[in-house]
Structures are given as structure tokens and as C-alpha cells.
């Protein structure tokens, strides 16, 4: 059964400073990872996502890492803003199973 | 962008009570989901929709829950006798054909249970 963890929790940053969350998973067998936002008592956009023969992909500030072999991925955000606080969560997708998330990193920056 | 739409946003019921929560997928899409989140907790998958049947369904989703496409664009999801532990954000998701594509997310309806 996948598990999906992601680590840390939380983290508060001061604005400007460059950060990396964490996502482990169990399974590599996996189609794509997706990253998502989730703003508080919002849903959930999606914000990257990464096919299983990719290693990366990247939006604006944002880049999203992959490696399946291992069962790890990283979002990398460059230059922190305020208003990149909200929870990021991470989830796999095999096949046309379900996604699998992971309990999201709740992210802080402070201006 | 396109989007996936969800209503009501937010639904108070008696503990007991029938609820249905409605979800417009994207247009194209061809595979539908129900998602829940529990306060504090991870997003938990309910149940797929492919082909005007379940794909797949988790063991949260017993016999009190059941989906239904009505028409070629709504999708719903029916709780017959709501408990107190039914209350949660319930995302309705869609996806095109293809394990390739990105699954979206509606706003999701809030339901609490009193």
C-alpha cells in the first residue's frame, strides 16, 4: 500500500529566502507525482506535475524534482513571498488508481 | 482555466439527515472522483468514476454512500444517514483520459454535522 510522507510539518521562513519541502514515498512503481496548494479552508490547486520519465519540472519560482528510484521529490521555492504561505501537499498517482497524498507541509513566510 | 465547480460550499445537517453534495466536472473529462478531508488530517480518497460506473471505491465509502452522473454533466455525492464523524471538506476531482494527465480539484463543499 503507498505511503506518502512529507517532511517538514511546518516551517516558517523569513520572505526572500529560497526553500525546499520534502515527499517520500513507498512504491516507486508510480505514473506521476502532483504537487498542490492548499490554502486554508479552500481546495486544492494544482500547482506541478511530474511524469514518472521526468525529472523535474518548473513554473514560475517553483521547481519540482523526482526520483522515482529512490521514492523522494522536492519543491523547491525561490524568493519567498507572503503570499506563498498555505499547506503544500504532495500526492502519487499509479495507473488509474486513486492519488495517495501526504499530510502537507504548512509553510509560513513572514514579510 | 477550466475548472471543477462544487456546491454547496458550505452545508450544516442533522446527524441522521440525507445530504447531497453536487460537483460539475470539467467538460472533457472522463474520470471522476470524491475526495475527503477530515480537519487536521490528509486528503483520503472515497471513490472513481470512469465509464458511468465505480472503478474503485476505499473502505470509507460503505453502503451510506453512493455517486451518481444524473446527466452528461453533473456528478454527485449522496450520504443517506449522516454521523457526527461525516463531517469534513469533500473535493470532487476530475481528470482526462490518460495516466499522464493532471487530476483537478473543485473548491470543495464543507460539511458539518451537528
Known sequence: KQEVTQIPAALSVPEGENLVLNCSFTDSAIYNLQWFRQDPGKGLTSLLLIQSSQREQTSGRLNASLDKSSGRSTLYIAASQPGDSATYLCAVYSGNTPLVFGKGTRLSVIA | ?114
Open chain 2, 1 to 114: 482555466e477550466p475548472e471543477v465547480t462544487q456546491t454547496p460550499s458550505h452545508q450544516v445537517t442533522q446527524m441522521g439527515q440525507e445530504v447531497i453534495l453536487r460537483c460539475v466536472p470539467i467538460s472533457n473529462h472522463l474520470y471522476f472522483y470524491w475526495y475527503r478531508q477530515i480537519l487536521g488530517q490528509k486528503v483520503e480518497f472515497l471513490v472513481s468514476f470512469y465509464n458511468n460506473e465505480i472503478s474503485e471505491k476505499s473502505e470509507i465509502f460503505d453502503d451510506q454512500f453512493s455517486v451518481e452522473r444524473p446527466d452528461g454533466s453533473n456528478f454527485t455525492l449522496k450520504i443517506r444517514s449522516t454521523k457526527l464523524e461525516d463531517s469534513a471538506m469533500y473535493f470532487c476531482a476530475s481528470k482526462a483520459q490518460g495516466p499522464g494527465n493532471t487530476i483537478y480539484f473543485g473548491e470543495g463543499s464543507w460539511l458539518t454535522v451537528v
